[in-house]
């Protein structure tokens, strides 16, 4: 009896809540009450590095940006957007990335993502690399334009270590004819951890002598 009550008392001021509140003015942290996507206290929870970060791959180094590291908000966010499908999410991260773009000037033609094999994305609904992209986009008022494949099926790589990581992704991806006719490209992308799934792109997108391909993720993960 006294758990109905509780419960109803909950729904009413639930209710009321989501009448003086719209459901967008959650933080998708900690679900609070905000004004914005992503509550303050949230916010400070966030490692921001906002720098540039290279790999070095077969004699080739690669340079790729981050917002953050890989844990408390940053990570929540992301899974946010990936398995709750939250697209708030995806719009917090695009305007952490739009500021990380205007503070290192960095000059592009076109915003592209990293794909999923089809099967994959009809699983999940949507590709959150191409939500976080085409948020970006809109906010830097440039195209959004699919640039890469994903021509075979791949195992998650979570849980993979770092060897089976680039084993498991090599050679899974192929280019777009129509990436030709850019001269710089932002790659986006959730998380980077070893960097094989981001440069295994950029190594196709590389056939088309793309003059630029600047790499970005939300985080960045250690195996
Ligand atoms: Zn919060």
């Known amino acids: 009896m006294g758990r109905w009550i509780f419960k109803t008392l909950e729904f009413i001021i639930n209710s009321f809540l989501n009448v003086v509140y719209?459901?967008?003015?959650?933080?998708?942290?900690?679900?609070?009450?905000?004004t914005r996507n992503l509550c303050r206290k949230c916010e400070k929870n966030i490692e921001f590095l906002n720098s540039s970060f290279s790999i070095e791959h077969n004699k080739n180094l690669y340079k790729y940006y981050s917002i953050a590291t890989h844990k408390k908000a940053m990570r929540d966010i992301v899974i946010a957007l990936k398995y709750n499908k939250n697209f708030n999410a995806a719009s917090i991260i695009a305007d952490y990335m739009e500021k990380?773009?205007?503070?290192k000037k960095l000059?592009?033609?076109?915003?592209?993502?990293?794909?999923?094999?089809?099967?994959?994305?009809?699983?999940?609904?949507?590709?959150?690399?191409?939500?976080?992209?085409?948020?970006?986009?809109?906010?830097?008022?440039?195209?959004?334009?699919?640039?890469?494949?994903?021509k075979r099926i791949t195992k998650d790589q979570i849980g993979l270590s770092s060897s089976e990581r680039w084993n498991n992704i090599n050679g899974s991806f192929v280019y777009e004819k129509k990436a030709k006719k850019y001269n710089s490209i932002l790659l986006v992308d959730d998380v980077i951890t070893t960097g094989a799934t981001v440069i295994n792109c950029v190594d196709e997108?590389?056939?088309?002598?793309?003059?630029?391909?600047?790499?970005?993720?939300?985080?960045?993960?250690i195996v």
Do not use: Q
Request: glycine share 2%; hydrophobic share 35%; with cysteine.
């Open 22 to 34: 719209p459901n967008d003015e959650k933080c998708v942290v900690c679900g609070c009450y905000s």
């Open 100 to 103: 990380l773009i205007l503070n």
């Open 107 to 150: 000059s592009i033609d076109v915003v592209t993502f990293v794909p999923m094999a089809k099967r994959d994305e009809n699983r999940r609904g949507f590709n959150h690399s191409k939500v976080i992209a085409e948020f970006l986009a809109r906010k830097l008022n440039k195209p959004c334009v699919r640039l890469i494949k994903k």
């Open 205 to 221: 997108l590389k056939k088309c002598e793309i003059r630029k391909i600047y790499i970005l993720t939300a985080s960045k993960s």
